[in-house]
């Protein structure tokens, strides 16, 4: 079988006892990054051969790992932080699976979009998730379309875009939507940045340095 693992976004203490029984019990764990999920496996006292499965070598290693599993091996997939295939490697992996007719079991748990949807106060009956716009192809044609639709959209951004990007969506007519800014999600440096999406861009330029990763959630057409 394969298992999908959702590992801790921020606190350690947010992965669930099953997650932690599941990597204890399975054969071997594919890790974004094994360094990372190293460091959360010496944590729980969890001794588990590991191997790396990421965005550059996931095609390369996608048949080897297709025929571990039909040979009986159960394994673990999990990402850096959050739910593997949300924006990080486990969709090929999947679909291959499938196709194999191999069993899957993904495991409920940490995710930054839902908890930074809630705590943005926006509309969060129905939402849109983009996760990461294009850097550089499409970003604005992109930025339109998610600036017509009438439900809150949520984008993944990294410390170093955040403010371009809330310039973009100002600049495209979303000045005055509201928005907030969710940094450092579960961790001890927490924060929401609220406000519309022009007063959001000012608050992070006022601070000295924008750090983490940033979730950002603004308010759909319909709700203005």
Avoid: W
Wanted: net charge neutral.
């Amino acid at each position: 079988m394969l298992y999908l693992i959702p590992t801790p976004i921020g606190n350690l203490e947010d992965i669930t006892i099953r997650a932690v029984n599941t990597l204890k019990s399975v054969d071997k764990i594919l890790a974004e990054d094994t360094r990372t999920t190293g460091h959360l496996l010496k944590h729980y006292g969890i001794q588990k051969p590991m191997d790396s499965y990421h965005i550059h070598n996931e095609h390369k290693k996608l048949a080897s790992i297709i025929q571990l599993l039909k040979e009986g091996l159960n394994i673990a997939l999990v990402s850096d932080a959050g739910t593997p295939g949300i924006s990080d490697p486990g969709f090929l992996l999947v679909r291959s699976a499938i196709e194999n007719e191999i069993e899957l079991s993904c495991l409920p748990g940490p995710s930054a979009i839902i908890p930074a949807l809630v705590m943005s106060g926006l509309p969060c009956d129905k939402f849109y998730f983009e996760g990461f716009l294009p850097n550089k192809k499409g970003r604005q044609t992109r930025i339109k379309r998610l600036l017509d639709l009438e439900v809150t959209f949520i984008l993944y951004e990294s410390p170093y875009r955040v403010i371009k990007t809330l310039e973009q969506i100002l600049e495209l007519g979303g000045g005055e939507r509201l928005a907030c800014c969710g940094r450092e999600i579960s961790k001890l440096y927490e924060e929401n940045i609220r406000g519309t999406v022009h007063d959001v861009i000012n608050m992070l330029k006022s601070k000295q340095q924008v750090k983490g990763e940033f979730v950002i959630c603004v308010e759909g057409r319909g709700s203005l």
